[in-house]
Every structure is written in C-alpha cells, then in structure tokens.
C-alpha cells in the first residue's frame, strides 16, 4: 500500500482513499490528483481498502469494482454500514446494470473506464463540497412538514428520528425539500444537485429516490412524502396537504 503523508490540519486539503488493483493507473490517477493539491493513499486489494478507510478518515473513496480479494460491491456495501463517507464507484464496466448496481449499494457517483482526468477530480470536488456542507446557497434550516434537514451537519430527521442519508441522497432530498409541494423534472433534480461540475448518470436520480424512500416512507411502495407524478417528475410534499 502507497501512502502519503496526511495533515489532518489543513483546512481545504481533500484526502483521497484510491482502491484500484492495475498499478499503472493507480500511479497515472494518484500523481494527477497530487499535482492538483490532494493527498492520495492507495490501495490495491478489497480487504486493504477496508482496513484503510477504517484507519484514517478520508475525505471520499475512489473505489474499483474489479478487486481482489474483495469487489468494491461487497467494500462499498460493508462501509455504508458504518460510514457516508461520499464513495465514486470506478470501473471498465460500463453496462447501466452495473452503474445501478453500484449505485444501489450505496455509491453517491459512478465513473467508467476510460475517465478523463478533470472529469474525476471534478466529480471528487463536487462530492467533497456537498459532504464539507458547501453545495448549496443557503446553510439555513429547511422543514417541510415533519422532515427537517440542517445543511452545516448534513443531519436530516423524519418526526425527530434521524434519517441515515448519504452524502448525495441528503442533497438530493435537500432539493426536494426547498422546493416542497412543486414537481421537479429528473433533469431539474440533476442540474440543482449537480452544482457546477460533473455530469450524473440520469437512472441515479430514479436509484437515491428509490433508496431514500424505503428511509422515509411507512409504505415505500405507496409513497406519501416523497411521490412520483407521472410524465413530470417528483414532488416531496410540504405537509400542507391533506
């Protein structure tokens, strides 16, 4: 395992866990995202990017599906069982079975190989602005009905119990909620919780709201939070309704 010296101090600094078992790319990936201010530390099995996410808390995890001892499916699964630590799934396999199935077990974005360089770091920017509580405008508390959501502690609660949202099903229903009562397009849910720099794969907005029901709703099947209106999109309701 590779390491490099991390500073915990310093303010801004974005610390990188790469899991990626082809050493050229780990060198090629890690040397780019030095040169452009992060701290990187990779490592190359399953099970040692396990132990190092436990050791040392990383900023966001950038994890290959195809690894031995371990596939980042059954890492990513097991972190979200302790952490919401902001994970980008990075594969050579394309197929939007395998982007569904990432994103299903927890991953917040999902890049394919061949990536771009800048399009990697800017998806890792984007996932640390929204973690460090920066990807919106206002850091207000939002309530709609009986969910309340606080931006500077990415903590949302449902009638005072504490939801256990990630990084971007927290953004995604912080959307939502800002505009509660209004139906929302997947392409307006994608531009609003994107920002400013990576594309999202478009089935992941179906994906978090899928998963972001089965936290919210009594009846996921039946859903009266969070609603589908056919042809246009999704409406959180702002507990006015009847």
Not at 13 to 38: K, N
Not at 164 to 170: A, H, S
Not at 178 to 207: I, P
């Amino acid at each position: 395992m590779e390491e490099t010296t991390h500073s915990p101090s310093e303010e801004g600094t974005i610390q990188v866990l790469l899991v990626e078992d082809d050493d050229r790319l780990a060198r090629l990936t890690s040397r780019y995202l030095q040169e452009h201010g992060l701290l990187v530390t990779v490592a190359g099995t399953g099970p040692e990017g396990l132990t190092e996410a436990n050791r040392h808390a990383y900023d966001v995890i950038l994890l290959d599906v195809m690894l031995p001892g371990r596939d980042g499916i059954e890492v990513c699964r097991e972190l979200r069982t302790r952490s919401d630590i902001p994970i980008i799934m990075v594969t050579a396999r394309g197929e939007e079975v395998d982007r569904v199935i990432g994103l299903e077990t927890g991953a917040d974005d999902y890049l394919a190989k061949p990536y771009s360089p800048r399009e990697l770091l800017a998806r890792i920017r984007a996932q640390v602005r929204r973690a460090r509580g920066r990807a919106g405008p206002s850091s207000q508390p939002i309530q709609a009905g009986k969910l309340s959501l606080d931006p500077r502690s990415l903590r949302a609660t449902l009638d005072g119990k504490v939801l256990p949202l990630t990084t971007y099903e927290f953004a995604l229903l912080r959307v939502l909620a800002e505009r509660a009562g209004r139906v929302l397009s997947r392409e307006q849910l994608l531009d609003l919780v994107k920002g400013n720099a990576e594309e999202v794969f478009d089935r992941s907005v179906d994906v978090h709201i899928f998963r972001i029901r089965q936290k919210i709703e009594e009846d996921p099947r039946n859903p009266k939070l969070l609603r589908t209106v056919r042809g246009a999109g999704y409406l959180l309701a702002s507990g006015e309704e009847s």
